[in-house]
């Protein structure tokens, strides 16, 4: 008899141990609770205007007027690629690009240095021209090589109003050496061949 009372005794004590041990994690106060950390939202970059170099005026070879033949080149230069990026602000979306030029000297170039007019200009979704900068590229080459690598580094504002800033994507900022009337047709025949 003894044994069985002690037995219940023993199993009244362990469960009342066990109901004391038992995991209350689902009972938290206000205090203890955390909110989940908000979900992080990937930031939105701008559409920027397409930024690009006019494919018929990447290239420039000049030969100071004289037959276009390689004996005759003075030094020639090509707009390799354009890489940028463009934000907006309030006075419109400004945008800024590395213009990267690679360039070879000819035969009849006296001395280590030439300079190329290119230009940089910003076109309306109605193909209108607003703005057309001209700039020059001042190469110096090395008495080692032929060749040299430049990059520019440029920047536009389109100034739009915010209520228009939708049609910022349609804008177009285009590049391209100017070249005179004997160099635009050599290179449209050279486009041709």
Known sequence: MMNKRFLHFCLASCLMFLVACADDSDKTEDTDKHEPPAPKTAEVLPICPQVAIVKELEAVNDYAGETPTKDQLVAAALMRNVVGTCSYADAGIDVTFDLNFAAERGPKLGGL?????????????????LNKELMTLELKFSSDTPFADRSESLHVLIPIDKSKRSTGPDYQVLMGFQL???????????TMQ
């Open 113 to 129: 240095k030439a300079s190329f007019p290119f230009f940089v200009a910003v076109v309306a979704p109605n193909a209108t021209v």
């Open 180 to 190: 005179t009337k004997d160099q635009l047709e050599q290179t449209k025949k050279e």
